[in-house]
Every structure is written in C-alpha cells, then in structure tokens.
C-alpha cells in the first residue's frame, strides 16, 4: 500500500521554486558562451569523439552575477527543502520515497 503525504505547504512552495529556479538557470546557461572568460575556439578530432567549440567572447558581469544569483538561491532552497522540519515527522523507511514523491508532486498537479 502506498504511503501518502500530507506536506507543507511551505516546502511544497520550497520545492516548487527550487524547480523553477534550477530552470531558469540552466535556460541561461544554455544560452551563454560556452567559457566564463574569452578563450579561442578548438577542435579535437583526433580523439574517440569529436569535439569543437567556437571563440567564446566569456561572459559579460551582469551575466557572472546572474548565474552567481540563480546558485545561490538554488543552494539556499536544496538546503531550505532538505533540511525542512518536516522530514523528521516522516519514519525512516519511508524518508526516500517521500522524497521522491515530493520531487514530482508538480508534475502530478499539471497533470503529468
């Protein structure tokens, strides 16, 4: 029988932001030069797998501190969500899939 949790709604908030933010940062990272600092393009085809990366102009200051920002705030939600007083009311043997449940309880809400 599957065990159901009532959780939080702060950490369920906690846990929401956390997802949005660790998008957000990655869409951006994506969207950044491949170096944080200019460097020139390479090409490696003498290996197993080819690699190649174009010129990287680096990245700008404002876009140092807006990775800088998403981190940060990614770390003070991971640790927000994981050390959440909640937690310890949940017995061990249970503790990982709630977890789990907690991780994709978004994606059941969209229906997904």
Do not use: I, N
């Amino acid at each position: 029988m599957a065990v159901t949790h009532e959780f939080p709604s702060d950490l369920l908030q906690g846990q929401e932001e956390l997802h949005q933010v660790r998008a957000e940062l990655l869409a951006l990272l994506k969207r950044l030069p491949w170096s944080v600092v200019p460097l020139d393009g390479f090409s490696d085809t003498g290996g197993w797998r080819k690699v190649e990366r174009p010129a990287s102009p680096g990245w700008t200051e404002d876009e140092q501190a807006e990775v800088e920002k998403l981190r940060e705030r990614e770390r003070e939600l991971a640790v927000f969500v994981s050390g959440h007083r909640y937690w310890k009311e949940v017995a061990a043997p249970d503790v990982v899939d709630a977890r789990m449940l907690l991780k994709h309880v978004h994606e059941e809400a969209a229906g997904g």
